[in-house]
């Protein structure tokens, strides 16, 4: 198998055969020889400290890969920390007699709303990449945000459970407030849970500029943009008809 190739820019010159392609190619085009290791599946715990310690080579291995793994198990997560974040800001604690039903509506709710809600939002930045003359497939833009979301599945299986047995219903509640009562854990858990959103954003906009070739600014924008409007929707929605 020859997987010697040059590097110009967004393609791979096949040593082989010397002509260009892609640079998520796996095999040259012309010739048929092998242009770079195949990628059968992502392992998940390998490929989420990759995205710590190098996004840029977490998203080509990401986008090269044959099977989008973990992908949807991923947005299950997204659903359950943006319902645990609508019931906060509705003040939902008054409706339910104990934090364990609220926590079991949240997770149910948030569950069966994350998918959708994950491909609605890799759907709207995909289009806006597009608009950007963007040129990776679907599945490449799906793939990238579902990974992204990494600090948020980090904020749910982390910081949420810390958060309930800290503050339990006092995060529900319109008084007395989880901030006036535990300002320190309060504020210092929220930082972080904001930082897991902001660093989300980050990942989603990177990874996408590598998948589309595309500036990071152009992506960056796209995707704060889409997050912030369909964070509105969402909210906005579940005012209205669930909580």
């Not at 929220?190 to 930082?195: C, E, N």
Request: glycine share 8%.
């Amino acid at each position: 198998m020859n997987t010697a190739v040059v590097i110009r820019g967004t393609t791979l010159q096949c040593t082989v055969c010397t002509s260009q392609n892609d640079d998520f190619a796996i095999i040259c085009g012309t010739c048929g020889s092998f242009l770079q290791a195949r990628v059968a599946n992502l392992d998940f715990f390998a490929t989420v400290w990759s995205l710590i310690e190098s996004p840029r080579t977490a998203f080509r291995r990401i986008v090269i890969s044959e099977q989008k793994n973990y992908v949807i198990s991923m947005m299950l997560f997204l659903g359950i920390g943006m319902m645990f974040v609508l019931l906060s800001l509705r003040h939902a604690g008054a409706e339910f007699d104990n934090l364990l039903f609220l926590m079991l509506y949240g997770i149910v709710l948030g569950a069966v709303g994350g998918i959708p809600l994950g491909v609605v939002f890799a759907a709207l930045i995909h289009v806006g990449c597009k608009f950007w003359k963007g040129r990776a497939a679907f599945r490449n833009t799906y793939a990238v945000v579902g990974w992204s979301l990494v600090p948020v599945i980090l904020s749910v299986v982390i910081l949420l459970p810390i958060e309930l047995a800290s503050m339990g219903m006092l995060l529900f509640i319109p008084t007395p407030t989880a901030a006036a009562v535990k300002p320190v854990v309060y504020y210092t858990l929220a930082g972080l849970d904001i930082v897991a959103v902001l660093w989300t954003v980050g990942l989603a906009g990177y990874g996408c500029a590598i998948a589309h070739r595309l500036p990071f600014w152009k992506t960056l924008l796209t995707t704060a943009f889409v997050a912030v409007v369909l964070s509105i929707s969402v909210y906005g929605a579940c005012a209205r008809w669930i909580i």
